[in-house]
DNA sequence: TTATAAAAGGACAATGGGGTCTTTTTATAT
DNA sequence: ATATAAAAAGACCCCATTGTCCTTTTATAA
C-alpha cells in the first residue's frame, strides 16, 4: 500500500510506543533490527519525524527515542501526509484533475466507497491505536 | 492510487475502446493530446502494451490503435500487473511478509475487508467496461 | 513508385526513492 | 575531565520512474 519511507517511520514509531509502554525508550540500531529495516535508512527517517515533531530523542549515553505522552496521537494520516503524501487515498482513481459526483471519471463510483474507507482508515488509526492493539501481535516486520 | 505509467496506460486504452465503439483508431498524437499526457511517453508506454497483446497496431497511413473484439476484455488487474505489480492492493499495509487472520500485523483486521474491496474492483472492472460505463463522461484527463 | 503518415525502436536525461558511510554533536557514567 | 554511547548531519551512490528526441520501419494514398 505504502512507499518504503512511510512503512518504515510507521513500524519504527508503533516499536517505539510499544517500548514506551513498557518503560523502555529504544535506539536506532535496536529499532531497525526489530523492524527489519536498513538501520541508517531508518536513521534518516526517524531524524526527520523528530524535526517534525512526530517523535522525540534523546542523545548520549541512556538515549534513544521515545513519544511525549502529553502530545496528541499520531494518526496515520498525519504521518502520511508527512512522507508520502495522500494523493494513495485522496486522489481521483483514474487520475483526474477533477472527479466528483456531478463530474465523474468512468472508475468514480466504484472507487468513491473505497476510498473514503481508506481515508476513514488513516484518520482513526493512530500510532498509539496500532501500538496497543490486542489482536495483533507485532514483533519483527518483513519485506522482500 | 497508481504510479504515472498506469494512469497514462488506463486513460490510454479507455479512450482507444472508445474511438473504437465509434468505428475509430486514434492514433497516439490524438491520444495523448485527450488523455492529457505526454505523446512521447505515451507511444513508449503503448508500445509495451501492443508487444504485450493488450491492444493492436497498425502503422502507415489510416493506422492507429484498436482492440480486437475476439480477445477477451482486458481487466484493471491484468494492466496493473503489467505495470506496477499489484503490490499496493496485495500485500500487508503495515509491510510484513506474512500477515493473515492467525498472524495479524497491527492493521491487518482494518485493513484486509479495504484490500478485498480493492482486488474485487480491480478483477471485475475492465476497459470494455470502463469504457461503456454510462455514468462516467470521460474525455479529457488531467494531472498536477 | 514515391511522398507521406503513422507506429516502432533506441539513445539519452532529469528527478526522486531508497539507500550507505563518515563525521560531528551531545549527554552521561566513570 | 574524559571515555563512551548515542543521535544528528551531510556527502554521496544506485536505480527506477518519468520522461524527450531522433531514426527506422511499415503501410497506404496519390
Do not use: W
Not at 59 to 88: A, M, Y
Not at 104 to 109: A, G
Request: proline residues 6%; positive net charge.
Amino acid at each position: 500500500m505504502f512507499n518504503k519511507e512511510t512503512e518504515y517511520a510507521l513500524r519504527s514509531l508503533v516499536y517505539i510506543q510499544h517500548q514506551n509502554d513498557r518503560n523502555i525508550r529504544p535506539g536506532i540500531e535496536e529499532i531497525a533490527k526489530e523492524i527489519e529495516a536498513p538501520h541508517a535508512f531508518t536513521a534518516k527517517i526517524l531524524q526527520r519525524l523528530v524535526r517534525l515533531g512526530f517523535v522525540q530523542s534523546a542523545k548520549g549515553r541512556g538515549g534513544g527515542f521515545f513519544f511525549d505522552p502529553n502530545k496528541p496521537v499520531v494518526t496515520l494520516h498525519d504521518l502520511i501526509q508527512s512522507t508520502e503524501g495522500t494523493r494513495t487515498y485522496e486522489g481521483c482513481g483514474f487520475g483526474l484533475k477533477t472527479c466528483d459526483d456531478a463530474h465523474p471519471c468512468p472508475l468514480h463510483f466504484q472507487y468513491a466507497p473505497i476510498r473514503a474507507a481508506l481515508q476513514k482508515l488513516v484518520r482513526e488509526e493512530s500510532i498509539q491505536s496500532l501500538a496497543r492493539n490486542p489482536h495483533s501481535h507485532f514483533k519483527a516486520a518483513t519485506e522482500k
